[in-house]
């Protein structure tokens, strides 16, 4: 196993370098939450994908960019996996939840030494976006399937802001994407291609889907984008593209379900070794 090759560090130090910790820094206070509320938004997505794919009893399953750990808890307590790897740079939320089928490692996926074993199933969400190697990452990750088993890949897709009207809400995703970008190198253009990347890799059959949550009052997503955008203000308003002003209306509008628009939504895709 490749352990992260910044090497051990501790709690609550930050660490230079790191893919999202421009923004998004794991010893902030409420950054698990945040992310607890995407995992509120899309689990049950990724719960239906993996059944149907046959995860279950006996199954041995890596969960790449695990986060709070949502989804290889459920693997291990709840499907029954026989063992669920946990990987993340940073695993304070993953630690407290290790023991009999869950099994954590701090490790950096891009590293040119990351092989810890092979796999029935290899799951990664909102993972791949934020590495320009994404490409790369996606083949290593497609090389530690045993034969017959699956890879998954879920990412953001962005369904609104490209195109007309510039309501205060698109100007803010634009700004917040374009943050993202500009800071931790967040690219989300190449996402709708990703049943092409799996069949281009050699995996048969290639499926995909997108969930697209909606934006209504007090909901987890809306939530979540909301303190997205709290956490993420200053390069947002540093690009540009949306005032203090905008950002106002378009949090309210967020905060109060008048937005009138689409999220950004999962896509999922899938294929087999």
Same mark, same amino acid.
Request: charged fraction near 20%; include cysteine.
């Given at each position: ?7 051990? $560090? ?12 421009? &923004?998004?820094?794991?010893w ?5 939450? /945040?992310? @607890? ?6 689990? @049950?997505?990724?719960? /239906?994908?993996?059944?149907? *794919? ?18 290889? $808890?459920w ?8 063992e669920?790897?946990a990987?993340?740079?940073?695993? /304070? ?8 089928? &869950? ?8 590293? +040119? ?10 799951h ?10 994404h490409?790369?990452? =996606?083949?290593?990750? #497609?090389?530690l ?10 990412? =953001? ?6 195109? +007309?009207?510039?309501?205060?809400y698109?100007?803010a ?6 943050? *993202?970008?500009?800071?931790i190198?967040? @690219?989300v ?6 049943? $092409?990347?799996? =069949? ?13 949550p ?5 909901? +987890? ?9 709290? /956490?993420?203000?200053? #390069? ?10 905008? &950002? ?6 967020? =905060?109060?379900?008048t937005?009138a628009?689409?999220?950004p939504?999962?896509i999922?895709?899938w294929?087999r070794?």
């Amino acid at each position: 196993m490749a352990v992260d090759p910044a090497g051990p $560090r501790q709690s609550g130090q930050p660490r230079d370098g790191g893919y999202g910790e421009a &923004l998004f820094e794991p010893w902030r206070p409420g950054e698990g939450e /945040r992310i @607890d509320l995407g995992s509120l938004t899309y689990d @049950d997505t990724t719960r /239906r994908r993996l059944l149907a *794919l046959g995860v279950g009893p006996g199954s041995r399953c890596l969960e790449v960019g695990a986060g709070t750990g949502t989804v290889a $808890r459920w693997l291990a307590e709840e499907v029954g996996v026989a063992e669920v790897l946990a990987v993340d740079r940073d695993v /304070r939320f993953l630690e407290p939840h290790a023991g009999g089928a &869950l099994h954590t490692l701090a490790a950096d996926v891009t590293a +040119p030494g990351f092989d810890p074993g092979r796999f029935d199933l290899v799951h990664a969400r909102f993972v791949l976006m934020h590495l320009p190697e994404h490409r790369q990452v =996606a083949a290593r990750l #497609a090389g530690l399937l045993r034969p017959g088993g699956h890879l998954v890949l879920g990412d =953001a897709i962005d369904l609104t802001t490209a195109a +007309p009207p510039d309501s205060p809400y698109r100007l803010a995703m634009r700004a917040m994407w374009r943050a *993202l970008h500009t800071t931790i190198g967040t @690219d989300v253009g190449w996402t709708p291609q990703y049943p $092409r990347l799996l =069949a281009g890799l050699g995996l048969t059959g290639v499926g995909a889907e997108v969930t697209v949550p909606p934006l209504t009052a007090g909901s +987890p997503i809306a939530a979540f984008w909301l303190d997205t955008w709290k /956490r993420s203000r200053p #390069a947002m308003l540093a690009t540009g593209l949306v005032t203090e002003d905008t &950002l106002a209306v378009a949090e309210q509008a967020l =905060a109060d379900g008048t937005a009138a628009d689409l999220s950004p939504g999962l896509i999922t895709a899938w294929g087999r070794r």
